[in-house]
């Protein structure tokens, strides 16, 4: 089955350590993104890649940083910068010909 | 101003009605428009996509786009609870570069 698996479903992580979430496609997609979504908030994109080893900032990257090494994988390390790193991850996808994305299951991340 | 905006409801609708969902947005140049659902702790899944002005159906949807009032609607016919969930608008801006913008979603419940 083609899909979008992210990991773990949930992290739990102390104050002052960086954390790295998996996301991982086998859509042969070009495209992939990260994002964040907290309580009442819509969706905020962290980072984007339209391509393998080409990434941009979107509109919250501080304390965030990404690779994107490979097609099917680009993942996300929040590191002790993040001020307030508790969220709801979500990391999609999109052919990069249409422009419909497509999101992983998301990984829930509790820093304390 | 925010680039697109939802109402956050609740919309409440009882059970075998239409449900219609609106979202506005604020860069006439826009393209291309899609709507999410999400379920309470998971991840969005994408419903429905509209590029042009007018109505696209598909099963119990039907979304509507008018780009000269800068709106786009979602409808869901014959509403059931298992359509209970929050629907979220995103739209790719001009010169977008496959960054969709999302609005803050509408929590949608169908009352049995």
């Known amino acids: 089955d083609g899909g979008i698996t992210q990991s773990p479903k949930y992290l739990f992580r102390k104050e002052g350590q960086n954390v790295t979430l998996s996301c991982e496609q086998n859509?042969?997609?070009?495209?992939m993104y990260w994002y964040r979504q907290d309580p009442g908030q819509g969706l905020r994109l962290i980072y984007y890649s339209q391509i393998v080893n080409d990434f941009q900032k979107g509109d919250i990257a501080e304390g965030y940083s990404v690779s994107r090494e490979k097609k099917e994988s680009f993942p996300l390390t929040v590191t002790s910068a993040q001020k307030n790193p508790t969220a709801f991850y979500l990391c999609a996808s999109n052919s990069g010909q249409n422009y419909e994305q497509y999101f992983g299951p998301g990984t829930r991340l509790t820093v304390t | 101003q925010k680039e697109v905006e939802q109402n956050s409801g609740p919309l409440s609708v009882p059970e075998g009605a239409i449900a219609s969902l609106n979202c506005t947005y604020s860069d006439r140049g826009s393209q291309s428009f899609f709507w999410y659902r999400q379920y309470s702790g998971k991840s969005p899944e994408l419903i429905m996509f509209?590029?042009?002005?007018g109505d696209k159906e598909d099963g119990r949807f039907t979304a509507q786009l008018n780009k000269a009032s800068q709106y786009v609607s979602l409808l869901i016919r014959d509403s059931q609870p298992s359509d209970s969930a929050t629907y979220l608008c995103a739209v790719l801006p001009s010169g977008g570069y496959q960054k969709v913008t999302f609005g803050i979603g509408t929590k949608l419940q169908v009352i049995p």
């Open positions: 509209i590029y042009s002005n």
């Open positions: 859509l042969n997609h070009d495209a």
